[in-house]
């Protein structure tokens, strides 16, 4: 029996992670991901989720707790935002590096100073490089079904990589959402239990996070690009078989109403759904645009995107996120990179909005499209505009 | 380990770069590290064992007539053998190889 209920996004998400029976949920409350780890306490004290708990004292101390508990077998689940993010930032780089399948979400939030609990992607894209699966989410729906296909992505033996789930802060985190949830024995059949194969066991001894020299460092960091380039096979096959079991279909790169389309905007998490809203007036004006989602940032889907873009002429890309001092919008730079080497390319416009909270409405993502297009045609000489500064 | 270190591939390269092998430290040649080497005059040593106490990389033991040897693929030429011997049976020198 399928059913709709109306759920604020963290809540649901909790359910979700209740559905795939994590072991250990180690977390420290920071806005705007508290709703999330409130519930999952709620969850365990009550009983329904059999799990420990570890209230711990900080984002560094929780993120080294998820890698003692996901070393022993345990699935493991955190999240947090923000300066949250930033606090873990060392120990993300170790987890991925000793292959430890953690799933985190992040409800993404502006990164200080100026204090602002409000959402950006300033907090995701400075760990661009710490080696984890990073995936955007777009609505409820997709956080709940993206976070059951994030332990099965972690840990398939053929990926033992971390996942890190995105989702907006406030703009999703607290929205209160109708959401499809998927039935417990349904969950249990599509997620098989954890079967790490290295397991921190006194019977079996393994050394975890040792001294490399620089004889074997290369070789030790190369495998881990390796996997995590590999991953992309087994992330696709994940959501397929998400797709056929629950009818619901997840891809790297998403389209919407691009067909026929000179002029494509890409755009990551829940600004897409604002972003289709103008799409659709801007098509009624019988103005060729389509939106792209990315939705897989880690590893970089180059092959969707370049698939993607065929024979467009203008791509506008906009991040939610400051490279300061660099050469545009994060994603906008990257996608930059990935085409340089291309004969056909489109003309690729960087934008920056939504900083902070700060809304984009569909008029605003109207004159973004627009002014994307002048610049595409007229060229300008600034690497990237920002969206809705006062001048 | 059945492969030096300086053999092995990417591909070799346990999952999360994991030790199997307890104490695989002991391959690791930090002799390499020394610029100055330790040499031990026998006839002047006290059989004292400060040498031995204090070489903070463990890598001198007794031998069957009770001196004191320096096992020089770890020794990393840090005089502090040198240092503590009260009878000056030790002195460094430029290592030369
Ligand atoms: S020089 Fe240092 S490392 Fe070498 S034997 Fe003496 S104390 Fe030990
Ligand atoms: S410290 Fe000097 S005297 Fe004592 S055992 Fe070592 S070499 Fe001999």
Redesign the interface.
Known sequence: MKQYVGMEVSVALAEAVKLANADVIAAYPITPQTHIIEHLAELVASGELDAEYIPIESEHSAMSACLGSSAVGARTFTATAGQGLELMHEVLFVAS????PIVMAVANRAVSSPLSVWGDHSDVMACRDVGWIQIFAENGQEVVDNAICAFKMAEDNRV?LPVMLNLDGFHLSHMVEPVLMPEQKAVSDFLPLNNY??PLNPDK????G????P??F???K???E?SLRNSYSTILEVWDQFGKQFGRHYRPVEHYRTEGASTLLLTMGSFSETAMTAIDSLRDEGCKVGLIRLRLWRPFPFSDIREAVKGISNLIVLDRAISLGGPGGPAASEIKAAFYGEENKPKIVSFVAGLGGRDVTPKGFEEIITRGIEIAEKGSSNEYEIYGVRE | MTKA??E?????????????E?GN?SQ?KTGDWRSNVPVVDFSKCIKCALCYIFCPEGCITKNDDGFFEIDMYYCKGCGICAEECPTDSIIMKEEKE
């Open positions: 590096a000793m292959r430890l033992l194969p290295q001894p393994v050394a975890m040792d001294f490399a020299p004889v074997i290369t070789e030790a190369w495998a881990q390796m | 270190e300086n092995i591939t990417w591909k070799e390269i346990n999952i999360g770069a994991t030790v199997h307890p430290a690791y």
